[in-house]
């Protein structure tokens, strides 16, 4: 069950990123005020529900996940009971949101005959949802995924066993090992289905295998393999660019300007820094000067330099030039799409460890309440890996 932010563009307004959940829950006394004020407002009940099931895809502790999804699917079915159709402020629609609440009590819930219930609660919300709009197709994929369920329960719970009785630093090692195989599990498959694709697929598949690589090569350690992954993810963006097609093209310059970029960093050789610089610099220019880009350079421009402090903070994680001794800087962390450049700005700006200066990275990694709020996010998604579509700027022209 992979989720494409291009294909679940409601999912990204789900994921870690920005606020932190003490800051989500604070806005909760809004509704809260608003609902006792109007005991019909359904929209502010669909935007509480909201906040509650961000939080619990944030929190670290699995008890208070269960209990503030709980909580989240009370707030929605309030919502729903008052207006089948009802909708928060962001437009995320309550059935929706719902659907999404029971999968992932579905994923946590340790006793098989309880989360059989939550699953054909799942199915039901899924069923409504694509009532309430019947245009979006992120509920048919759900619905699609159905087959899957069971093994993906069985890996989280899996996971779940696996962090049992560890301190928060075998947690963070732990989550990490799983983070890094998720993600190459996900490179593996994307690969296997460019290398099987038609002339009509293979393009948008690459720009996916793009994303997936850089995401890879971000939670590389050793410089020669990240390297290596940085320019097969250039490689798959080059083939993909086609300005017959404005979706892909605007993708996979945004792509290539992220990856390029990212080779900046890691390349030690100046000659190479240089060129690097300069094609990152070209693509995002092509992006800015299409018809889709004018006028929104300022936010390319910000999410590009929150990758840039991303790759700041990769940097100093590496190896040193001859890949051996000790990294210069902690470990990688885990990253999902939602981090980064990978999200839109609107929904998530920056990430985890990223305040008002920058990305993920936070010039050396981000850490300890915000750092636990990421990994939460890991443990709560379980057999799902996120990864980077880009495509805000398409989403958004496209609404």
């Not at 963006?237 to 605007?250: S, V, W």
């Amino acid at each position: 069950f992979v989720l494409e932010p291009h294909r679940r563009p409601s999912l990204e307004k789900m994921m870690p990123g920005g606020p932190s959940p003490d800051d989500i829950l604070a806005t909760c006394e809004v509704f809260r005020q608003k609902t006792s004020i109007n005991v019909r407002d359904d929209a502010s009940f669909a935007d509480w529900g909201f906040r509650l099931f961000q939080v619990a895809i944030m929190h670290e502790d699995q008890n208070k996940k269960a209990n503030l999804l709980k909580e989240s699917i009370e707030k929605l079915d309030k919502a729903i009971k008052i207006n089948s159709c009802a909708k928060g402020e962001d437009g995320a629609y309550a059935q929706h949101v719902m659907a999404h609440a029971w999968f992932f009590s579905f994923m946590l819930e340790k006793d098989d005959t309880t989360a059989e219930a939550h699953l054909n609660k799942m199915k039901r919300a899924i069923r409504q949802g694509m009532i309430v709009d019947s245009t979006n197709g992120e509920m048919e994929q759900l619905e699609a995924s159905l087959g899957t369920v069971y093994e993906q329960r069985k890996q989280a719970q899996e996971q779940l066993a696996r962090l049992e009785g560890k301190s928060e630093e075998e947690k963070r090692a732990e989550l990490m090992k799983m983070s890094i195989d998720m993600h190459n599990q996900a490179l593996m498959q994307k690969r296997q289905e460019v290398a099987m694709a038609g002339p009509v697929q293979r393009k948008p598949l690459l720009i996916e295998l793009a994303g997936i690589l850089l995401e890879c090569a971000l939670l590389q350690t050793k410089r020669k393999e990240g390297i290596s992954l940085l320019k097969e993810a250039a490689d798959a963006g080059k083939e993909a660019t086609d300005p017959r097609e404005p979706e892909l093209y605007l993708r996979s310059l945004f792509l290539q300007t992220l990856i390029y970029s990212a080779l900046s960093y890691a390349e030690l050789d100046r000659g190479a820094v240089a060129t690097h610089q300069k094609a990152s610099q070209e693509c995002f220019e092509k992006l800015c000067s299409s018809p889709e880009g004018q006028g929104a350079r300022a936010e390319l421009e910000g999410q590009r330099m929150q990758m840039v402090e991303r790759y700041k903070g990769w940097k100093a994680q590496m190896l040193d030039p001859t890949d051996g001794g000790k990294p210069t800087g902690k470990a990688p962390e885990p990253s999902t799409a939602s981090r980064g450049a990978a999200a839109p700005p609107s929904t998530a700006p920056a990430g985890p460890g990223a305040g008002a200066g920058g990305g993920s990275a936070g010039g050396g990694g981000g850490g300890g309440k915000e750092e636990n709020d990421v990994l939460g996010f890991v443990v709560l998604a379980g057999g799902l890996l996120v990864v980077g579509g880009l495509v805000w700027l398409y989403s958004r022209r496209k609404e």
